[in-house]
């Protein structure tokens, strides 16, 4: 349906052109409404007058016989030269009988059909000799007297065609000057949607401040308000990207700078221990970039999702032990310091269980990272009914309260701190908006720093999936992060 309007005409799609196929429609079915409603009363009141004009005549008639019976015969006579002109269907000629109370004929017109003058009396329609009438019989109050008058029905017809036509012409007259106005009203109506269309059009393609709505018509509101929005995301969007290339830009010329001055002086040097050091810091600058990049693209494939990629019941148990056991694998001693209190019965959360060990892989090698080696790390889940909050909390130092509000900036780190690309946190706080939740950050107040993950949705369902070998490979990698 969507495919077969997408290919109709230019003109069908216009909301010009079907704004006025539906006015002019409409206005046609009202004047043949009209017209048919006219016509009918015209015809009926042509009816009503000339059934008048008959019972004026009987009645003449049956005045005129009184005292003149022996006159008869010349009355008629002269009855027949009093005719209108033959092509004047408003006067027709008058057929008549006139008869006594016995059924015999006194006088009667030429044309006159041949019936009984005894009939009822009244209107009646009747068919004689292939032509329709309209006949009136009436009788005189003393009874002794009978006048039957007749119009031919095709004559009465016409003259009743006649002036239903002269009632309804006018409209149809004025029919092409009202479709005239309608267009000429819809053009004037749909300019100011013309001149919207021509702003946008001739807007440089970098001005992407929103549309002014003071001139815009009500009904173009609503899509007014939609474009702007949209300007206002493609703005906040383009902005992103290019702090996002500046910052990435500014970040990659310090260890790319210090691996250059490295390979200088691994090149440089005459003695092998200082060569060995040189090519130790080469390789520790080439392991940062990587975990750099890593980050950059890891941020480059979030930042457009709108909605989760993979939906469904995450087991939180099963979640911390990959991630653990992944740890272990790869840094056992630091591994040994964290401990969590989950048991399998631990509630299931509706979430992307890729993207879940990715945030809870970067909290745990934060809190490595900038906690003493002695600290202890402990992974704990705190249940709100619906929501449930995965927490990590260490025993370090803490954060500076100045700068505890700006953890999850990206780029952003903690000034003394070791070494990091200050994109750890701000991906999973990008993760956690993705799940409706939210990242907080807190100093405890026996010391240490606890992350949450605030705000998971418990799983509508205990059908909790285990981790994919995708993630479970990803958690086996090397440590992500820094503030």
């Known amino acids: 349906m969507r495919e077969a309007a997408a290919h109709a005409p230019l003109r069908l799609r216009s909301l010009r052109w079907r704004l006025l196929a539906a006015v002019c429609a409409a206005v046609l079915l009202l004047w043949l409404l009209t017209g048919w409603l006219s016509?009918?009363?015209?015809?009926?009141?042509?009816?009503?007058?000339m059934d008048g004009n008959l019972a004026q005549s009987g009645r003449l008639l049956l005045a005129l016989l009184r005292d003149n019976e022996a006159d008869l015969r010349e009355l008629a006579g002269r009855l027949a030269t009093v005719r209108g002109a033959a092509d004047n269907i408003y006067e027709p000629p008058l057929e008549f009988q006139i008869g006594r109370a016995d059924g015999s004929i006194l006088a009667r017109s030429e044309a006159a059909p041949h019936l009984p003058v005894l009939g009822v009396t009244g209107y009646r329609d009747i068919v004689r000799e292939d032509t329709a009438w309209r006949v009136l019989n009436v009788a005189s109050q003393d009874g002794r007297y009978r006048v039957q008058v007749a119009q031919s029905i095709a004559l009465r017809d016409r003259a009743a065609l006649e002036v239903a036509s002269h009632t309804v012409l006018p409209l149809a007259l004025l029919s092409p000057v009202l479709i005239v106005l309608i267009y000429l009203s819809v053009l004037r109506a749909l300019?100011?949607?013309?001149?919207?269309?021509?702003?946008?059009?001739?807007?440089n393609p970098d001005n992407l401040a929103p549309i002014p709505v003071q001139q815009v018509p009500t009904e173009a509101l609503p899509l007014v308000g939609a474009i702007n929005r949209l300007l206002q995301r493609v703005a906040r969007t383009l902005d992103n990207e290019?702090?996002?290339?500046a910052d990435a830009a500014h970040e990659l010329r310090t260890p790319l700078a210090a691996l250059k001055v490295h390979t200088q002086v691994a090149r440089l040097c005459r003695e092998d221990a200082a060569r060995e050091h040189a090519l130790r810091q080469l390789e520790h600058g080439v392991d940062r970039v990587s975990r750099l990049v890593e980050q950059l693209l890891r941020l480059a494939r979030l930042d457009p999702l709108n909605t989760l990629p993979d939906p469904g019941a995450v087991s939180l148990h099963a979640l911390v032990d990959h991630t653990l056991e992944a740890l272990r694998q790869s840094t056992p001693a630091a591994a040994q310091r964290i401990t969590h209190t989950l048991s399998p019965d631990t509630p299931a959360v509706a979430g992307d269980a890729d993207l879940l060990?990715?945030?809870?892989?970067?909290?745990?090698d934060n809190a490595l990272r900038y906690s003493p080696a002695e600290a202890a790390i402990q992974v704990a889940v705190?249940?709100?009914g619906q929501a449930v909050d995965l927490v990590v909390a260490d025993n370090g130092p803490g954060v500076p309260p100045d700068a505890l509000a700006r953890l999850g900036e990206r780029f952003f780190r903690v000034t003394g701190t070791v070494e990091g690309s200050g994109l750890g946190l701000a991906i999973v706080a990008r993760i956690m908006a993705l799940h409706g939740g939210r990242l907080a950050l807190s100093n405890r107040p026996q010391?240490?720093?606890?992350?949450?993950l605030c705000g998971l949705k418990r799983a509508a369902a205990d059908c909790a999936r285990p981790l994919s070998p995708h993630a479970a490979a990803r958690a086996a990698g090397g440590r992500q992060s820094g503030h």
Do not use: M
Request: proline share 2%; hydrophobic share 40%.
């Open 357 to 364: 060990q990715i945030a809870l892989r970067n909290l745990l």
């Open 191 to 203: 300019r100011p949607l013309d001149r919207l269309a021509g702003e946008i059009s001739a807007r």
């Open 447 to 452: 010391g240490g720093l606890r992350a949450a």
């Open 242 to 245: 290019r702090r996002f290339t």
């Open 382 to 384: 705190e249940d709100h």
């Open 39 to 49: 016509y009918t009363q015209a015809q009926h009141e042509a009816e009503e007058l």
